[in-house]
C-alpha cells in the first residue's frame, strides 16, 4: 500500500490507460477511437440486459439491510466487488463487426485495480472519520450519487427519462462510471470501517474517466450534452473522495 503515497504510481494508472486493446483482426494504430467506439457502444455486458432491473433490486435491498445493521456492510462492500469485476470482464469486452473480439486493454486493467482495492477494503479496514462529517457538502454528493443511479437519460442518450421503467431497464450498475459515485457516496457516508486508499485509488481512476467524458460529451459530441450532465457524479464524487482521502492518509 505504500507504493500507493509515491508520485510515480498514479503516472503508471494513467499509462495503463495507454495499453494498446487487443483484437482478433488486427487494426491500425490510428483507429484505436473507433475500436473503443464501437467496444463501448456493444460491450458483452448489454448481451444480459435481462438482469439490470434485479441487480439494482438487489442492490437496494443489501443498502437496505446495511442501513438498519451494519454487519451486512460487508456484504455491501463484496456486492460492489461483484459489480467492479463484472464491468471489468464485460464493458470492456465485444464482439464488434470491423475488429472481431476486443479488449480494451488499459481499461479492463484499471477496472481490475478498482476491484482489487475494494476487496483490499474487505480485509483491511479502519474506522472512517469521514462519515461524521457535519458539511452539507455531503448532501450534495449523496444527491449526484443518485443521479447516477438513477441515470435518468432514454436509450438514445438525449432525452431526459425519469420514469420507473427506465430505472429499471438502464445499465447504470453495470457500467463503471455510474457504480463508481454511488460506491464511493456509500463508502464515505455510509460504511463503518473503509480503506483510505480505496478511496483514493478509485478517486483518481475515476477522476481519469470522468475527464474522458466531460472532453467526449461537452466538447467531441456536443450534441450528447446530456450524456455528459449524467457523468458529472463521477468526476465530482471522484476528486472529493481522492482529495478526502489524501488528508486522512496523511493524518494517519
Not at 444480459?48 to 445493521?69: A, H, T, V
Not at 475488429?99 to 482495492?117: E, P, Q, R
Not at 454528493?141 to 438525449?158: D, T, W
Not at 446530456?226 to 476528486?239: A, E, N, R, Y
Request: net charge positive; proline share 3%.
Amino acid at each position: 500500500m505504500k507504493y500507493f503515497n509515491k508520485w510515480w504510481s498514479y503516472v503508471i494508472i494513467v499509462l495503463i490507460l495507454f495499453i494498446p486493446s487487443y483484437s482478433t483482426i488486427a487494426y491500425n494504430p490510428e483507429n484505436t477511437q473507433d475500436v473503443i467506439k464501437e467496444v463501448l457502444s456493444s460491450p458483452l455486458i448489454y448481451n444480459n440486459n435481462w438482469i439490470y432491473g434485479m441487480i439494482k433490486i438487489i442492490f437496494i435491498f443489501i443498502l437496505l439491510l446495511s442501513i438498519y445493521n451494519t454487519k451486512y456492510q460487508k456484504i455491501l462492500n463484496g456486492y460492489f466487488i461483484l459489480l467492479f469485476l463484472v464491468t471489468a470482464l464485460f464493458q470492456t469486452t465485444a464482439y464488434t463487426e470491423n475488429f472481431g473480439f476486443v479488449i480494451l486493454t488499459g481499461n479492463a486493467i484499471l477496472n481490475l485495480i478498482v476491484c482489487i482495492f475494494w476487496y483490499i477494503q474487505a480485509v483491511k479496514s479502519k474506522p472512517n472519520q469521514i462519515k461524521k462529517s457535519k458539511s452539507n457538502l455531503k448532501y450534495g454528493l449523496i444527491f449526484l450519487a443518485f443521479i447516477a443511479f438513477y441515470f435518468p437519460v432514454n436509450s438514445s442518450g438525449i432525452n431526459i427519462d425519469f420514469s420507473l421503467k427506465n430505472l429499471l431497464i438502464n445499465n447504470s450498475m453495470v457500467t463503471f462510471c455510474m457504480i463508481t459515485p454511488v460506491a464511493l457516496t456509500i463508502n464515505l457516508f455510509l460504511i463503518n470501517k473503509i480503506n483510505f486508499y480505496t478511496l483514493r485509488v478509485t478517486g483518481f481512476i475515476g477522476i481519469i474517466f470522468g475527464i474522458i467524458n466531460m472532453i467526449t460529451w461537452f466538447i467531441l459530441n456536443p450534441k450528447m450534452t446530456l450524456m455528459g450532465i449524467v457523468h458529472i457524479p463521477l468526476l465530482v464524487i471522484s476528486l472529493y473522495a481522492f482529495v478526502i482521502s489524501n488528508q486522512y492518509i496523511k493524518e494517519d
